[in-house]
């Protein structure tokens, strides 16, 4: 396929999957589902179909990419593993937590950009599980986006965006978790550090570490050094084109020409522009709606977008990062 040919989506069938497993041993982009957000993957081994998901998504060199695995024989074959990894990993994976950890040599730099340490995760999905195995290599991907732009989490959303870029989508079902996975720097084993929140809170973290976990710096710290270490904790990213106004609570909605959304549905009659994350203010269904919703109501129109903050910790503060992010300027 030439590079203005529309990508195609494929459900995951076994011939569909042996298919595109073959296309990522050749060096070709696919676009793949986990439960986190969608991922835009190549061969982890190959350098120069690494360099061709910069391109694919106008990300700067110097933003790393994650490494995805299928078993624990790839966690130590990439990186320089530790007592405090595999405690992780018995307990998180699969699943939507990344580890940061020295990286082996044979990580190339263009992965890691030019740092010492690789972000490694082993993915639920059975899909990508599946392509995984069949391809037989680990796949690095970053959220299957145009740099900066709400990320995906359904297949539509990758092809609205980066439909003429790619030839591969694989559709694995709107993405159940709909936030990016928790970050832990696992590099000094003994002062792991919280780079980004998600669905995997601090305090399991520490619960199975049995030490407390540094937690995420707001943004007012220093953003060019903490921008160094994990990019994905830029000031604004994640960000829909219409701007985002954050209130701690939403009661009354009183321009018609702009968006308002709460986590929970508001009692009583609403105008059309009030809308709600989750009727019953579910958290977790509230933060698996998020960037759906940002990118339904980016297409509408609306003037400004209103959203409400999550109210607690773990899950909330996943969700409150990428609000403070997508109406960060
Ligand atoms: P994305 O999948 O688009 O959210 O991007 C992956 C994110 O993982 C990056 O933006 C970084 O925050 C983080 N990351 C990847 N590799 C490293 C690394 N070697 N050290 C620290 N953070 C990393
Ligand atoms: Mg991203």
Known sequence: M????AARVYRGTPRNLRFLAQQLRRGELVAVPTETVYGL???????????????????????????????????SELGVVNDAALKLADTFWPGPLTMVLPKKPVVADAITAGRP?????????RLLRQLLRLSGVPLAAPSANPFGYVSPTTARHVRDN?????????????????????????????????????????DALEQVLGIPVAALKRSSDSHAKS???????????YSPKTSVVLHDSLADFPRRDEAYVCIRRPAGRLPKNVFWLDSRGNLRAAASRLFAMLREL???????I????????GMAEAINDRLRRASAY
């Open 227 to 237: 921008g160094q270490l994990s990019p994905g904790r830029m000031k604004r990213h």
């Open 162 to 202: 980066l439909g003429t870029k790619i030839a591969y989508i694989l559709d694995g079902g709107p993405a159940a978790i709909g936030l990016e996975s928790t970050i832990v720097d696992l590099r000094n084993p003994r002062a792991p550090q919280l780079l980004r929140p998600g669905a995997i809170t601090r």
């Open 306 to 313: 209103h959203v409400e903050r999550a109210r607690g910790e």
């Open 117 to 125: 340490s690789v972000a490694i995760r082993m993915p639920q999905h």
């Open 298 to 304: 980016d297409a509408m129109g609306f003037r400004r």
């Open 41 to 75: 993957a190549a061969n982890a081994f190959d350098a120069e179909a690494c360099a061709k998901i910069f391109r694919a998504k106008g990300r700067p060199a110097t933003d790393p990419l994650i490494v995805h695995i299928h078993d624990l024989a790839q966690l």
């Open 2 to 5: 030439t590079k203005t040919s």
